[in-house]
């Protein structure tokens, strides 16, 4: 490290920051360490670094970028993404987790030297708006220049938030190092490990570009941060926010938890609302009101089936001069390609498999398409026409509803209101998803995913929910919560909605917020009217919405919802959880059960319970 670059880490006046890139410094051999701060050069140096080391390449549009992941490196890497534990934890839910000791020397030995040859960069950044007592402080050491980069796009800077800290140990620390590159991708995949130090506040990741695995902030920091909440009597979550637009210029913001890739930056892009942010929430209390930031400032969104059509804001943002990092999509002519845009794709060029042409197969015989499932694009929210005037707020965002958000063709009705709070949190400590290709391995199984947070809890999941029911104690009033499942299907196969129905739910919860809809009670909470949404369809959509869809869509099946709790019982049946959830769980079973004895049939039209 030069004198120029030593001066920017001490001028921090933080021992424990030293002490971290000397460490990392002596392990990873780099070449030359360059420590970055706030200032417009800086931050160029990195975008600029990423384009000469050739993990970025320029694309034709000003501002665009492709970065290509290694074929087997295109989503997040479950298996081997662990927890290092000093000692045994009861954790009432599968984890992976290793030995402390023995972790640290299998990773220490794969990151030993993995920067030779390499430049080290050292960031700072602020996880939540700056001058904000929602938010966290982050260093981050790398020796890739398109994860720093994203990380710019991503999250708001922090060296002169690190001055704040006063030489505490207040901050998370990431050390991440590609490792070896061929055709800059990673090539050691084998080798690849992502270790989450819960005690110490670190994460080491070696062997891996993709965002998820590679970038300490997002979903590492979200483990760490989850953990620290629960400490703290706060929620870190896997949540939107939105500001939904009612009538008459209200704005009522929500959040909401879905698991990858199941219409969670869908519905923050809901057309007519403003987005806060599309992935991770820091919720608190503050006097009496829940209260939320975001804590990126940039989406890492699926780029797949993002068309002018359904998705008009990104599309629109894709199609526009600025910073963007395009990720494993198709390059022809220096223009990017993805599968689902609705235009004509061209027969060849590059992609996250190299060379590529209509018809290339995999080892298995299989097509490979255009662009990766999970292919990506990293922009700042700022990009967006949509961003919310509220967006970058230290105070948050005062919360309305939380809307948990699943996936399965057969079961769950498109929007149900919670009965209670603990109900609400039952709803949500209950998704269940189809798998999708946001993390390698099979797709379309049905996985239990509590908060669509069961990838990141870093605490045990009874400790986890009992956080979640305490933290509507001392509210003045607290937040509704829905269900929602957009991916209902009839038995030909077919969806029962269209995509543009959940902006008709969305409002339909914005409503009820400000007591302006009835609902119906059922079994598992509360739907809406068929009037009310007919009602919304034309005003929102211009749509006759008949009674035929209404009780297709909101009918109860309850043999289904009976097979559902069935499957919860035996998944918590041998975890410790609050009283409050195992009750909500007996509650609503008995509730089922008692629907389909009096009504006597598997699935009741929602026009039954009217009647009773
Ligand atoms: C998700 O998969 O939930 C994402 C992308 O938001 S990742 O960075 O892979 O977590
Ligand atoms: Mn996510």
Redesign the pocket.
Same mark, same amino acid.
């Given at each position: 490290m030069d004198k120029i670059n030593l001066r920017k880490l001490e001028a921090l006046n933080n021992q424990h920051v030293i002490k971290a890139v000397e460490e990392a410094i002596q392990l990873c051999k780099p070449a030359k360490v360059i420590v970055i701060a706030d200032s417009k050069e800086d931050v160029n140096y990195v975008r600029k670094s990423a384009l000469i080391n050739g993990e970025e390449a320029k694309l034709k549009m000003e501002g665009h970028t492709i970065h290509f992941d290694g074929y087997d490196d295109q &989503? *997040?890497d479950k298996a081997h993404t662990r927890y290092l534990l000093s000692k045994d934890v009861d954790w009432g839910l599968k984890v992976n987790s290793i030995e402390k000791d023995k972790g640290l020397k299998e990773i220490y030995s794969y990151l030993d030297g993995s920067m030779a040859g390499k430049e080290m960069l050292v960031r700072f950044f602020s996880l939540g708006p700056t001058n904000s007592i929602f938010s966290l402080k982050a260093l981050q050491i790398t020796d890739s220049a398109y994860v720093a980069h994203s990380e710019d796009l991503l999250y708001r800077q922090g060296y002169e938030e690190f001055k704040k800290l006063d030489g505490s140990s207040d901050f998370f620390f990431f050390l991440h190092s590609a490792g070896r590159l061929e055709n800059e991708v990673s090539v050691d995949i084998n080798k690849r490990r992502i270790y989450i130090d819960l005690e110490e506040n670190r994460v080491y990741s070696v062997n891996n570009q993709? @965002? &998820? /695995?590679s970038?300490g902030l !997002? !979903?590492l920091a979200f483990r760490l941060a989850i953990k620290k909440a629960n400490e703290e009597g706060w929620l870190a979550e896997?949540m939107f926010i939105m500001g939904v637009h009612g009538p008459k210029d209200r704005i009522s913001y929500f959040t909401g938890a879905y698991?990858? @890739?199941c219409g !969670?930056t869908s519905t923050a892009m809901i057309s007519g609302q403003t987005v806060v942010g599309d $992935?991770i929430a820091y919720l608190r209390k503050i006097d009496g009101v829940i209260r939320a930031v975001n804590m990126e400032s940039g989406i890492?969104g699926?780029i797949h089936s993002v068309n002018s059509e359904d998705d008009p804001v990104i599309y629109q943002a894709l199609m526009t001069p600025g910073e963007i990092i395009f990720s494993n999509v198709l390059i022809n002519n220096k223009t990017p390609y993805w599968e689902g845009m609705k235009k004509d794709i061209p027969s060849k060029g590059i992609n996250f498999s190299g060379e590529w042409f209509q018809g290339k197969k995999d080892s298995q015989g299989q097509k490979i398409p255009c662009s990766h499932k /999970?292919a *990506?694009y990293t922009l700042r929210l700022n990009e967006l026409n949509n961003i919310d005037a509220k967006a970058n707020d230290p105070d948050g965002v005062p919360i309305k509803a939380i809307f948990y958000g699943g996936r399965d063709s057969d079961t769950t009705i498109p929007i149900v209101e919670s009965l209670t709070w603990a109900h609400g949190v039952f709803l949500g400590a209950t998704i269940e998803s189809e798998t999708t290709a @946001?993390?390698l391995g099979a797709r379309g199984v049905r996985k239990y995913n509590p908060m669509a947070n069961l $990838?990141f809890i870093s605490v045990p999941l009874g400790t986890y929910i009992e956080n979640h029911l305490k933290f509507a104690d001392e509210l003045k009033e607290a937040p509704k919560i829905y269900t929602t499942n957009y991916f209902l299907k009839d038995k030909a196969g077919n969806y029962l909605n269209s995509k543009l129905d959940k902006k008709v739910w969305l409002l339909w919860a914005e409503g009820r917020v400000h007591n302006e809809f009835e609902a119906l009670e059922i079994p598992v909470g509360r739907i809406p009217k068929y009037q009310d949404l007919k009602e919304l369809f034309v005003r929102e959509l211009r749509k006759d919405y008949s009674e035929e869809e209404y009780i297709q869509q909101f009918s109860l099946r309850a043999v289904k919802y009976l097979e559902k709790m069935e499957r919860m019982s035996r998944i918590f049946e041998n975890t410790k959880m609050p009283a409050a959830f195992t009750q909500e769980l007996k509650a609503q079973t008995e509730r089922l059960k008692l629907a389909k004895t009096k009504y006597g049939e598997e699935i009741i039209s929602p026009f039954q319970f009217l009647d009773k």
């Amino acid at each position: 490290m030069d004198k120029i670059n030593l001066r920017k880490l001490e001028a921090l006046n933080n021992q424990h920051v030293i002490k971290a890139v000397e460490e990392a410094i002596q392990l990873c051999k780099p070449a030359k360490v360059i420590v970055i701060a706030d200032s417009k050069e800086d931050v160029n140096y990195v975008r600029k670094s990423a384009l000469i080391n050739g993990e970025e390449a320029k694309l034709k549009m000003e501002g665009h970028t492709i970065h290509f992941d290694g074929y087997d490196d295109q &989503g *997040r890497d479950k298996a081997h993404t662990r927890y290092l534990l000093s000692k045994d934890v009861d954790w009432g839910l599968k984890v992976n987790s290793i030995e402390k000791d023995k972790g640290l020397k299998e990773i220490y030995s794969y990151l030993d030297g993995s920067m030779a040859g390499k430049e080290m960069l050292v960031r700072f950044f602020s996880l939540g708006p700056t001058n904000s007592i929602f938010s966290l402080k982050a260093l981050q050491i790398t020796d890739s220049a398109y994860v720093a980069h994203s990380e710019d796009l991503l999250y708001r800077q922090g060296y002169e938030e690190f001055k704040k800290l006063d030489g505490s140990s207040d901050f998370f620390f990431f050390l991440h190092s590609a490792g070896r590159l061929e055709n800059e991708v990673s090539v050691d995949i084998n080798k690849r490990r992502i270790y989450i130090d819960l005690e110490e506040n670190r994460v080491y990741s070696v062997n891996n570009q993709y @965002a &998820g /695995n590679s970038l300490g902030l !997002k !979903k590492l920091a979200f483990r760490l941060a989850i953990k620290k909440a629960n400490e703290e009597g706060w929620l870190a979550e896997h949540m939107f926010i939105m500001g939904v637009h009612g009538p008459k210029d209200r704005i009522s913001y929500f959040t909401g938890a879905y698991p990858s @890739a199941c219409g !969670k930056t869908s519905t923050a892009m809901i057309s007519g609302q403003t987005v806060v942010g599309d $992935d991770i929430a820091y919720l608190r209390k503050i006097d009496g009101v829940i209260r939320a930031v975001n804590m990126e400032s940039g989406i890492f969104g699926i780029i797949h089936s993002v068309n002018s059509e359904d998705d008009p804001v990104i599309y629109q943002a894709l199609m526009t001069p600025g910073e963007i990092i395009f990720s494993n999509v198709l390059i022809n002519n220096k223009t990017p390609y993805w599968e689902g845009m609705k235009k004509d794709i061209p027969s060849k060029g590059i992609n996250f498999s190299g060379e590529w042409f209509q018809g290339k197969k995999d080892s298995q015989g299989q097509k490979i398409p255009c662009s990766h499932k /999970n292919a *990506r694009y990293t922009l700042r929210l700022n990009e967006l026409n949509n961003i919310d005037a509220k967006a970058n707020d230290p105070d948050g965002v005062p919360i309305k509803a939380i809307f948990y958000g699943g996936r399965d063709s057969d079961t769950t009705i498109p929007i149900v209101e919670s009965l209670t709070w603990a109900h609400g949190v039952f709803l949500g400590a209950t998704i269940e998803s189809e798998t999708t290709a @946001a993390t390698l391995g099979a797709r379309g199984v049905r996985k239990y995913n509590p908060m669509a947070n069961l $990838d990141f809890i870093s605490v045990p999941l009874g400790t986890y929910i009992e956080n979640h029911l305490k933290f509507a104690d001392e509210l003045k009033e607290a937040p509704k919560i829905y269900t929602t499942n957009y991916f209902l299907k009839d038995k030909a196969g077919n969806y029962l909605n269209s995509k543009l129905d959940k902006k008709v739910w969305l409002l339909w919860a914005e409503g009820r917020v400000h007591n302006e809809f009835e609902a119906l009670e059922i079994p598992v909470g509360r739907i809406p009217k068929y009037q009310d949404l007919k009602e919304l369809f034309v005003r929102e959509l211009r749509k006759d919405y008949s009674e035929e869809e209404y009780i297709q869509q909101f009918s109860l099946r309850a043999v289904k919802y009976l097979e559902k709790m069935e499957r919860m019982s035996r998944i918590f049946e041998n975890t410790k959880m609050p009283a409050a959830f195992t009750q909500e769980l007996k509650a609503q079973t008995e509730r089922l059960k008692l629907a389909k004895t009096k009504y006597g049939e598997e699935i009741i039209s929602p026009f039954q319970f009217l009647d009773k």
